[in-house]
C-alpha cells in the first residue's frame, strides 16, 4: 500500500511548509515512516524520520529546520518545515520503513514509495 504526501507548493526563501503523510494506524503503529526528497537530476536523499516509539532522526542538512511528529488517531505523519531556502526544492516522499527501533536512512530499507509532494522555494 502506497504512502500519500500532500501539502507541497511554491513558498518564499525563509518561509514555511508542512507536509502530511497519511499511513495506516497499523503502520504507524509498526514501522518507521521516512521522509526523502528528490531534486531535478539528484537521487533521492533522506531527510529524517521516525520510527514506532515516536523517536525522530534527522539528516544533518535539515536539523533544526525541519520537524517530524505524527498524529495516530488521524493516521498522518507530519514534517513541518521552516527556514526553507531554494535548496529545499525537490519532489518529497514519505514511505514505510521496517518494524524497527533504528531509522534507517537507505531507501533500499524503505516501502509503500507514493507519487509525492513538489515543494518548490524561490528566491
Known amino acids: 500500500v502506497q504512502l500519500q504526501v500532500s501539502g507541497g507548493g511554491l513558498v518564499q526563501s525563509g518561509g514555511s511548509l508542512r507536509l502530511s503523510c497519511a499511513a495506516s494506524?497499523?503502520?504507524?503503529?509498526?514501522?518507521?515512516i521516512g521522509w526523502f526528497r528528490q531534486a531535478p537530476g539528484k537521487e533521492r536523499e533522506f531527510v529524517g524520520g521516525?520510527?514506532?516509539?515516536?523517536?525522530?532522526y534527522y539528516a544533518k542538512i535539515v536539523e533544526g529546520r525541519f520537524t517530524i511528529s505524527r498524529d495516530i488517531s488521524k493516521r498522518t505523519v507530519y514534517l513541518e518545515m521552516s527556514s526553507l531556502n531554494p535548496e529545499d526544492t525537490a519532489v518529497y516522499y514519505c514511505?514505510?520503513?521496517?518494524?524497527?527501533?533504528?531509522?534507517?536512512?537507505?531507501?533500499?530499507?524503505?516501502?509503500?514509495w507514493g507519487r509525492g509532494t513538489l515543494v518548490t522555494v524561490s528566491s
Open positions: 514511505a514505510r520503513g521496517p518494524a524497527t527501533e533504528v531509522i534507517y536512512g537507505a531507501t533500499r530499507y524503505y516501502s509503500g
Open positions: 521516525v520510527n514506532w516509539r515516536g523517536r525522530t
Open positions: 494506524e497499523r503502520t504507524l503503529s509498526r514501522n518507521s
